[in-house]
């Protein structure tokens, strides 16, 4: 089952964040950044962990690599969801793939709905999609080139920014997991419920590592402002994959993300050995 992960608030204004992302004056490591230790979430361990806890919230299994073929419409208003991120047709993102990896491999079996899906961006129509969209998502998942695409676009959008930011602010691979599942859910955008907003309503109340605070209560802070953006729209108002995840992993002061790990989405019971 998909759980909705993916509201209207996400990934605002994608086509300029790219560029944007490296002159965001709050995304510049300070000095205090020295201090976070060598291993962060861009460990490839630490990478495959954060990839599964993502998956057990947003496609209720640990096997992400097996969502690379996933796509339907999950009647949330943003139109197709797809891939191994919840790429949307009505968002941009899902453009944005598609436009990658026409680039780097012309002709592909997706090509062809690029006019319908600059129609459909900002909408949860599918106009120009149906009916072969869907099946022609799933032939092109099969190409090693598409995999890497979404792989791309993954990191580009939503994981290295994450863990800059992370980094930037002293957090360990806990902290910079949290900020990675907030920016997938929510992007960072401008709007009240973005990723940046959600991290300056933390910094109200408690400081990160960089700026002399104690990391566990900032994450703690951060979490609770996670939760009330989450609590903002019906579509989120189960919060477990903050509370019966992140929550329990910062409760046994687990901030390298070291197994095993044991959790719960949805009521769903997950392990890492």
């Known amino acids: 089952m998909r759980h909705p992960g993916t509201p209207a608030t996400r990934r605002t204004a994608l086509t300029l964040f790219g560029a944007a992302i490296a002159a965001t004056p709050f995304l510049r490591p300070v ?138 602010d002293g957090l360990r691979v806990l902290g910079q997991f949290a900020y990675y599942d907030a920016i997938v859910m929510h992007g960072d955008g401008t709007d009240p419920l973005s990723f940046r907003n959600i991290r300056r309503r933390a910094l109200r109340t408690a400081k990160p590592p960089a700026q002399g605070g104690d990391e566990v209560t900032y994450l703690d802070a951060f979490l609770d402002a996670r939760v009330w953006a989450m609590k903002q729209e019906e579509a989120h108002s189960d919060t477990s994959r903050v509370d019966t995840a992140q929550r329990v992993f910062l409760r046994r002061r687990n901030l390298d993300l070291n197994p095993p790990l044991d959790w719960k989405v949805y009521g769903d019971s997950y392990h890492i050995g």
């Open 31 to 168: 000095a205090a950044t020295a201090s976070v230790r060598a291993i962060g979430l861009d460990d490839p361990a630490k990478k495959e962990i954060a990839m599964q806890l993502v998956s057990s919230a947003e496609n209720s299994s640990l096997d992400w690599k097996a969502q690379y073929q996933y796509i339907e419409d999950i009647r949330d208003g943003r139109g197709y969801t797809a891939g191994i991120i919840g790429f949307c047709s009505g968002t941009g993102d899902m453009l944005d793939l598609v436009e990658l990896y026409t680039v780097r491999r012309p002709g592909n079996v997706l090509a062809k709905y690029l006019p319908a899906l600059r129609e459909v961006n900002g909408s949860d129509s599918h106009a120009g999609l149906d009916p072969g969209f869907p099946g022609d998502w799933r032939r092109a998942a099969r190409d090693a080139a598409f995999q890497r695409a979404q792989d791309d676009e993954r990191d580009r959008v939503y994981f290295g920014p994450a863990v800059r930011q992370g980094k930037a």
